[in-house]
C-alpha cells in the first residue's frame, strides 16, 4: 500500500540469518535493503496532479566499514549510505544500493565446521512515504 499521493517510494530490508564459517560461502555483494519508487512506480505514468518539476535522488557518501564481530571463523561487516533527497516529480528514483556487507575475520578457527552464508527473507515492503 502506497499513502503518498505522489512520487513516494518504499522500501524493504533484510538481514544475514546465518554468517559463513570455515570455508563456507561467505554473502558478499548482495543488497541489505531496497528502496523502489511509488505512485507512480518505476513503468508507470504519472498522474496529470504529479506532474511539474523533477528532483533526482541524491545518495550520501558510504560510511566507514563496521567492525568485524569476528577474530576467526568468518564474519561480515557492513557499511552503508543515506539517501539525502528522495526523487520527485519524475526524477530518477533512488535505485543504488544503500547498504553492503563484505567478508572479514576469515582467518579458520582452531575447530570449526563449513557453513555457508544464509540471507533472511526479504521483509514486507513498507508503506509509500516521502
Known amino acids: 500500500d502506497c499513502s503518498c499521493t ?19 560461502r561467505p554473502c558478499v555483494d548482495q543488497a541489505l535493503k531496497e ?6 512506480g518505476s513503468n508507470d505514468i504519472a ?3 504529479c506532474r511539474s518539476l523533477k ?3 541524491v545518495l550520501g557518501q558510504w560510511s566507514e566499514w563496521g567492525a568485524c564481530p569476528v577474530s576467526c571463523g568468518g564474519g561480515n561487516h557492513e557499511r552503508s549510505r543515506h539517501i539525502l533527497t528522495l526523487a ?3 526524477g530518477k528514483p533512488c535505485s543504488d544500493v544503500l547498504s553492503q556487507t563484505t567478508p572479514c575475520g576469515t582467518t579458520a578457527c582452531a575447530e570449526e565446521k563449513c557453513v555457508d552464508c544464509l540471507w533472511a527473507a526479504w521483509s514486507e515492503w513498507g508503506a509509500c512515504s516521502k
Open 6 to 24: 505522489c512520487f513516494g517510494v518504499r522500501e524493504r530490508q533484510r538481514i544475514v540469518a546465518q554468517f559463513h564459517a570455515g570455508s563456507g
Open 35 to 40: 528502496v523502489v519508487p511509488c505512485n507512480p
Open 47 to 49: 498522474p496529470e496532479q
Open 55 to 57: 528532483h533526482d535522488c
Open 88 to 90: 520527485s516529480h519524475g
